[in-house]
């Protein structure tokens, strides 16, 4: 009879515990989500809400190419449920080790929470016939580039919130409801950065690395040149010199620059063109303000239309 009523107090008492918010209730374990990008990792929070952690391993203004392995994140690996990766190889020099290292099962490659969110995006330069290496060292799959384009950015969350789903069958509602939530707010934000852009349609433009084929398709821009003289290869004195020849007689003068690049060639080529060097964000966090997906494109977007004003 005694215990009864002790149990009957502890069970009172766990109840208002539970209501005052002192316990956790049961439906607050959330999933660890690890995604190797920010960007990905803004793609997550968007339909994961309050029901997931979310980090990311590389930082916004670092190369995803060519990220220094840290301890930190075996750790951040081994508490992860989902993985998120961009796939295509650009992770290939650093993740995979990390993968196996963290001793987590679910997140190994063949496992359930390991997520290629290039199985859900538009995917650009696919090559054809055979591959060899003259054809430069990063991309032999296609353009691992591909999140920066809104509508891949739109089928990724798709795809995300659908794993996550699936991964938990109660909020699957709820995930879904945050992805069409931000389907409605990215069409409409969409409109506007097209807007913004539609005056500058066609116009041409040389990058540092060939990072921007999504999105200079999505937004109408050409890219008519490289400073790499192939994906991951530094510049070269013969390649930069035909560079600005080609470039002269082009009439190009802005040359997009990711912000993990040395400037030095960039700016010789500016000089030598009467051109720009305008620094772009391939990636969430690559400033500060830089916070999420949105601001990613409101930043890069309201950079280019300074400078295509500038120089018509
Ligand atoms: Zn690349």
Redesign the pocket.
């Known amino acids: 009879m005694k215990s009864l009523l002790r149990s009957q107090v502890t069970t009172v008492l766990a109840f208002l515990a539970a209501t005052l918010g002192l316990l956790p209730a049961a439906q607050a374990k959330k999933f660890n989500v690890v995604t190797a990008t920010t960007d990905l990792a803004s793609l997550a929070q968007e339909v994961g809400g309050d029901r997931i952690n979310v980090e990311s391993i590389a930082k916004g203004y670092q190369d995803p ?1 060519f990220v220094e392995a840290k301890p930190s994140f075996l750790l951040k690996l081994r508490n992860a449920d989902l993985l998120i990766v961009v796939g295509l190889q ?1 992770e290939i020099g650093w993740l995979p080790p990390l993968i196996t290292q963290s001793g987590n099962p679910r997140i190994q490659v063949s496992a359930n929470g390991y997520l290629d969110a290039s199985q859900f995006a538009e995917i650009l330069e696919i090559p054809q016939g055979q591959i060899t290496r003259a054809m430069g060292d ?2 032999p799959l296609g353009n ?2 591909y999140w920066l384009d809104p509508d891949n950015g739109r089928r990724i969350a798709r795809g995300i919130a659908q794993k996550l789903g699936e991964m938990d069958p109660s909020d699957a509602e709820y995930f879904q409801q945050r992805f069409q939530d931000f389907d409605r707010r990215l069409t409409d934000t969409d409109k506007n950065w097209k807007a913004e852009m539609a005056p500058y349609y066609g116009r041409k433009i040389v990058t540092y ?3 921007w084929p999504n999105f200079a398709k999505h937004f109408g821009l050409q890219v008519v040149g490289y400073v790499e003289p192939r ?1 991951g290869i530094p510049p070269t004195p013969g390649h930069t010199l035909e560079l600005i020849q080609f470039m002269k007689r082009a009439s190009v003068k802005i040359i997009v620059v990711e912000p993990y690049f040395d400037l030095k060639t960039p700016n010789s080529i500016a000089a030598a063109t009467g051109g720009k060097v305008l620094v772009l964000l391939p990636s969430t966090g690559g400033e500060k303000q830089v916070t999420d997906y949105f601001k990613l494109f409101d930043y890069d977007m309201n950079l280019l239309v300074q400078i295509f004003k500038a120089f018509p």
Do not use: D, G
């Open positions: 190419h650009l990063v991309h691992p580039h690395h060939n990072s994906p």
